[in-house]
């Protein structure tokens, strides 16, 4: 599938639905932010902006990055409706596998890029590792198990020894802060409740 294709088929997705998630944010992002002072953070494949949204309301000043137009515009609806300051967000849609900047950020994040269409994710992993500013971290969460209500998922489910070799860190620049499968409760499309597995890796990349 060429990146035309995958920008038209998430495109769809987000435009055929009111919501596509939840419009929380990720637990893993909450658990590691909160521990964190606020500075700049990079929230990769951001989606409608929950984790986004979240951040920026704790203090962070955050750019969020998605394929989709309709995605990353409903992010920047929502941030407005709830009076976030607008220098708190910046929303950016774009290819991942070809996006970048010039700028580093305290905190990156890249949350479920499992994709059941083509995603270059270890390159874009390593981008990512880049734009990490030295003291700041890097937090890579995947799907280890996919969700019992889930039809057709056929995407990877790195775990988070696999992620750590995609990453290919050098020890002298790095240090593991977390690489472990963790428990989070949830609740499926229908109601349903379940305990899913995520794949949650932490790096930090040391000061220079």
Same mark, same amino acid.
């Given at each position: 599938?060429?990146?035309?294709?995958?920008?038209?088929?998430?495109?769809?997705?987000?435009? $055929?639905? $009111?919501?596509?998630?939840?419009?929380? !944010?990720?637990?893993?992002?909450?658990?590691?932010?909160?521990?964190?002072?606020?500075?700049?953070?990079?929230?990769?494949?951001?989606?409608?902006?929950?984790?986004?949204?979240?951040?920026?309301?704790?203090?962070?000043?955050?750019?969020?990055?998605?394929?989709?137009? /309709?995605?990353?515009?409903?992010?920047? =609806?929502? !941030?407005?409706?709830?009076?976030?300051?607008?220098?708190?967000? /910046?929303?950016?849609?774009?290819?991942?596998?070809?996006? /970048?900047?010039?700028? &580093?950020? =305290?905190?990156?994040?890249?949350?479920?890029?499992?994709?059941?269409?083509?995603?270059? &994710?270890?390159?874009?992993?390593?981008?990512?590792?880049?734009? %990490?500013?030295?003291?700041?971290?890097?937090?890579?969460?995947?799907? !280890?198990?996919?969700?019992?209500?889930?039809?057709?998922?056929?995407?990877?489910?790195?775990?988070?020894?696999?992620?750590?070799?995609?990453? =290919?860190?050098?020890?002298?620049?790095?240090? $593991? %802060?977390?690489?472990?499968?963790?428990?989070?409760?949830? /609740?499926?499309?229908?109601?349903?409740?379940? %305990?899913?597995? =995520?794949?949650?890796?932490? %790096?930090? &990349?040391?000061?220079?």
């Amino acid at each position: 599938m060429s990146q035309n294709e995958a920008a038209q088929y998430w495109e769809e997705r987000y435009s $055929t639905a $009111t919501q596509v998630w939840s419009g929380r !944010a990720n637990a893993s992002v909450v658990a590691v932010a909160s521990e964190l002072t606020p500075g700049t953070a990079l929230d990769l494949g951001c989606g409608e902006g929950g984790d986004s949204l979240w951040l920026a309301e704790q203090g962070w000043r955050v750019t969020g990055v998605d394929i989709s137009p /309709t995605a990353v515009r409903r992010g920047a =609806d929502e !941030a407005a409706r709830r009076g976030i300051p607008a220098d708190r967000n /910046t929303w950016v849609a774009a290819d991942l596998e070809t996006w /970048t900047t010039d700028q &580093r950020f =305290d905190l990156v994040s890249a949350c479920f890029l499992q994709s059941n269409v083509t995603l270059s &994710r270890e390159a874009i992993l390593r981008r990512a590792a880049t734009l %990490v500013a030295p003291g700041g971290h890097l937090l890579v969460v995947a799907h !280890a198990a996919p969700p019992p209500w889930a039809r057709h998922f056929h995407a990877e489910m790195p775990t988070p020894a696999e992620e750590l070799a995609t990453l =290919d860190l050098p020890a002298d620049g790095w240090e $593991t %802060v977390a690489a472990e499968v963790r428990e989070r409760p949830a /609740t499926g499309p229908d109601g349903e409740s379940a %305990v899913l597995l =995520d794949s949650v890796v932490i %790096v930090r &990349r040391k000061d220079a």
